[in-house]
């Protein structure tokens, strides 16, 4: 309001002198100010200040009064044209457009009432015209802000669904690892004291890296350069697991026998915070080794090279893999499992069965095959999940690497 009782300020100060106000008299001074006044209230009720304004008008026009300060109506038409419903705009400009024409009847000059009406309806027309022109780029403007929100809030519902498929990865996967340690460590307990003692290690090694994974999920402002992570953490160990890029497999003896105090926990000491960014293929490798840890034999092959792939490609592939060894773990009893990567610039493929082991109840289509799909369909690729044709279960999924955007949904 400050800045509209200014304007209004303004304009009765510029046109007090050329009106020759102070020489009217008091009725003329009452009159300027009832021109001018009202416009220090134009943006809370733009058409009673119009109607206020036009009434002054009008009241000047029947006792023949001509003041400069009729400038106000086109201030005031501005107004509601910004403010007002078009329907409200179209009257106004309709009934001070015969205000133009009966104050021209009555001043223009003989012979010039045309060019008077002429001049005095552009200057409407101007007034309308900035006046739609403002409240069409307001409604601009506020629908850039709903467009952001609405887009703020897909963010929000995008990130929550992402922790939603990682919490249940990383939960699902190390409970049921230290389910099974816990397991096998009461049943050799009496007969081999030192195993079960590595066993319980294991499993405060896996509750521990799951805080990890959950800490390293949750940051959104994690660093995803994998170089860093090679150079800070220990990649030198996990290159020698194996020979990852180069169709080498791994070895299939393990179980809880052969494979306790083999690969869980080595990726960070216990305590230090998270400087790396999310899993990708060259921890594939400990995966292995944990799900081996836990007695489920696991073979894994890699072909291609993993610095074609990019980082969030990488995460899926992992977390694909370590769905479906966590469910061949909990519903397979007795099962070995084969994990086969091809890698190639153009296409990521990602296959992990197992040969069904001991009859189990029927595999739930649950979070995890929902979770699956989402990641692989940021990818334009495809996911088979189902019976194996020589018996035992088949995950499978090709991920297009070619898209606009190869990065991925995120790198977390």
Do not use: K
């Not at 009765?12 to 008299?25: H, I, W, Y």
């Not at 005095?120 to 006046?131: E, R």
């Not at 400990?286 to 007695?295: I, N, S, T």
């Not at 799909?373 to 019976?387: I, K, S, W």
């Amino acid at each position: 309001m400050a800045a509209d009782a200014l304007l209004a300020a303004v304009i009765f100060v510029v046109t007090l002198g050329p009106g020759r106000v102070a020489e009217g008299g008091p009725a003329v001074l009452a009159l300027q100010v009832a021109l001018v006044a009202p416009l220090a209230w134009r943006r809370r009720a733009p058409l009673l200040v119009l109607c206020v304004i036009g009434g002054t008008a009008a009241l000047q026009w029947a006792i023949d009064v001509q003041l400069p300060a009729d400038a106000a109506l086109l201030v005031a038409l501005y107004t509601v044209a910004a403010r007002r419903s078009w329907g409200a705009t179209l009257a106004a400009a309709f009934v001070l457009e015969a205000g133009v024409v009966a104050a021209a009847a009555r001043w223009a000059p003989p012979g010039r009432m045309p060019l008077t009406v002429a001049a005095l309806s552009a200057m409407s027309a101007a007034a309308l015209a900035a006046g739609l022109w403002a409240r069409a780029r307001r409604a601009y403007v506020a629908s850039l802000e709903r467009d952001r929100d609405q887009r703020a809030r897909l963010a929000v519902a995008e990130e929550r669904a992402r922790m939603t498929r990682d919490m249940h990865d990383i939960v699902t996967h190390n409970l049921s690892v230290m389910v099974a340690l816990a397991d096998s460590a009461a049943y050799v307990h009496d007969r081999a004291p030192g195993q079960a003692v590595a066993a319980m290690a294991q499993i405060a090694d896996t509750g521990r890296q799951a805080l990890r994974d959950m800490r390293r999920s949750l940051n959104t402002d994690q660093d995803t350069d994998r170089a860093a992570y090679q150079a800070t953490d220990g990649s030198a160990d996990r290159a020698a697991d194996g020979s990852a890029g180069q169709g080498v497999e791994r070895g299939v003896d393990g179980g809880v026998d052969g494979g306790i105090g083999q690969g869980v926990g080595q990726e960070q000491e216990p305590g230090i915070a998270p400087s790396h960014p999310a899993p990708g293929i060259a921890d594939l490798g400990p995966l292995a080794d944990r799900m081996r840890a836990a007695g489920l034999p696991t073979r894994l092959r890699v072909d291609g090279d993993p610095a074609d792939v990019p980082a969030a490609a990488q995460l899926t592939l992992y977390r694909l893999a370590q769905e479906a060894l966590t469910n061949t773990l909990r519903h397979a009893p007795g099962a070995r499992a084969h994990v086969q990567v091809h890698l190639t610039r153009r296409r990521a493929d990602i296959e992990i069965t197992d040969d069904g082991g001991r009859p189990a109840p029927l595999r739930p289509a649950g979070r995890g095959l929902a979770g699956m799909r989402e990641r692989v369909a940021a990818y334009d690729g495809t996911l088979h999940a189902g019976p194996a044709p020589g018996g035992g279960w088949r995950v499978a999924a090709v991920l297009d690497l070619t898209g606009p955007d190869t990065s991925g949904p995120d790198t977390r």
